[in-house]
């Protein structure tokens, strides 16, 4: 955590900050039919292929990335198959729906995500929260991923905050680091009780 200017934007990420996620209930899905050795070796192959990242800036779009990915997994489902087990990965994090709750209308609330189409519109549709984040900041949509400078800049643009002013939560400390060199003050997120109490030290009353 870093603190010098008064704090009037609060920006989030979102997988692992705003809303659990478990991966495991995908991947476990996906290479259930083979050895558990052989499925670390073909998730290690699938995580590296520019494809994921491709997918999260907007360069594939949702029916390209699904065939791609089935064709790699060697899986036979339809498109609303695909999406549903996609998206099944997400759940409330303990806390975080009462914290957002505290802070809107004393703070500008800004959301950064490193996401693709159908993770977000999954999210935006079934996590009340996400109605008071109005403009958020999506890789897919800007064509940029964190730790990238462009990522944050453009986070701080959408809360219309001085970037000296926006404070950035992120689980990974490389995004944290990343927002510390674009001009943000950041914190680490480790849980919603922490969290409070890191943004109460910078001066917001909760």
């Not at 949702?62 to 997994?73: I, K, N, P, V, W």
């Amino acid at each position: 955590m870093n603190h010098t200017s008064p704090v009037t934007a609060v920006i989030f990420d979102l997988g692992r900050v705003l809303v659990s996620v478990d991966t495991q209930r995908l991947w476990g899905f996906f290479f259930q039919q083979i050895k558990p050795q052989d499925a670390q070796l073909a998730l290690g192959r699938i995580m590296g292929d520019p494809m994921m990242a491709q997918y999260s800036i907007g360069q594939l779009d949702s029916q390209a990335f699904y065939r791609r990915l089935c064709d790699s997994c060697g899986l036979s489902l339809s498109f609303e198959q695909f999406a549903s087990r996609w998206c099944d990965i997400f759940s409330p994090m303990p806390g975080m729906d009462q914290l957002v709750n505290a802070l809107s209308g004393k703070v500008k609330l800004g959301l950064l995500s490193d996401t693709d189409p159908l993770h977000w519109n999954y999210i935006k549709a079934n996590f009340p929260l996400m109605s008071h984040f109005v403009r958020p900041t999506l890789s897919y949509e800007i064509g940029s991923m964190k730790p990238g400078r462009e990522s944050y800049l453009a986070a701080a643009k959408n809360t219309e905050a001085d970037i000296s002013q926006c404070v950035f939560i992120d689980d990974l400390q490389k995004n944290v680091d990343g927002a510390i060199a674009a001009g943000m003050q950041a914190i680490r997120f480790e849980n919603a009780d922490q969290t409070r109490s890191a943004l109460s030290q910078m001066g917001l009353v909760l």
